[in-house]
């Protein structure tokens, strides 16, 4: 995750490969220029508003994940320097509940990119109900710069007549917690490097939120 991967290139194959997969094997589908358009304009996406990055979605159980790709429509190829985001958010009022960290376009970008595709996938799938009321849990932020839980404020139906909160890894699959365990432990590491060198951590996630309020 160094600078300067930053500006590597996305290959047209590796966007093919990105599109093939979540459309043809993981049942998402592509974002359509005029939703774009219209996300746009809403600023509800974070996106820049400087040509038109093809994004997919799925939804199921009223949350959606969106995979923003760096891939330009119309121009056939990969924007200039940015990373790729995969987000959850309400399937209706399409306010954000959660994002990847940005995935920076190394050589394993694709890899990357659908491992967390893969991943939040798997959470909306699974989203949990509430064991006490039984509805739907919901996202809700730790304390942390990217911590999430699942939580039910439902209390007035819950024995205990408190709200109950779930682990936000506690429903996905040994092989996808073993995969968030190794980058977690890589992330750390990184951070680590950059704090010895006094250089700043959560860059582009700090951007992302100015941009977010915003809205
Ligand atoms: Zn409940």
């Not at 710069?145 to 040994?174: A, E």
């Not at 582009?204 to 939120?209: D, I, S, V, Y």
Request: some cysteine; proline content about 3%.
């Amino acid at each position: 995750m160094s600078e300067n991967s930053f500006k590597e290139k996305i290959k047209r194959e590796d966007f093919y490969y990105i599109e093939d997969t979540l459309v043809f094997q993981w049942g998402f589908e592509k974002i359509s220029p005029k939703e774009i358009q219209k996300e746009i304009e809403n600023l509800k996406s974070p996106r820049s508003t400087k040509g038109r990055e093809v994004g997919f979605r799925y939804t199921v159980n009223g949350l959606e994940v969106v995979v923003w790709t760096t891939w330009l429509l119309k121009e056939n190829k990969a924007r200039e320097s940015d990373s790729g985001w995969v987000i959850i958010r309400d399937a209706i009022r399409k306010n954000i509940l959660y994002s990847s960290h940005p995935l920076h376009r190394t050589k394993n970008f694709a890899k990357n990119l659908l491992s967390q595709a893969w991943i939040a996938q798997w959470r909306i799938q699974h989203r949990p109900h509430c064991p006490e009321c039984g509805k739907f849990m919901v996202i809700a932020r730790g304390k942390g710069m990217k911590s999430r839980y699942w939580k039910c404020s439902n209390y007035r139906d819950h024995k205990t007549g408190k709200s109950v909160c779930r682990d936000w890894d506690f429903n996905l699959s040994p092989k996808a917690k073993a995969y968030l365990r190794r980058l977690r432990k890589k992330r750390r590491k990184y951070r680590d490097k950059r704090k010895k060198e006094l250089k700043p951590n959560y860059v582009a996630l700090k951007k992302r939120k100015k941009w977010e309020q915003k809205k």
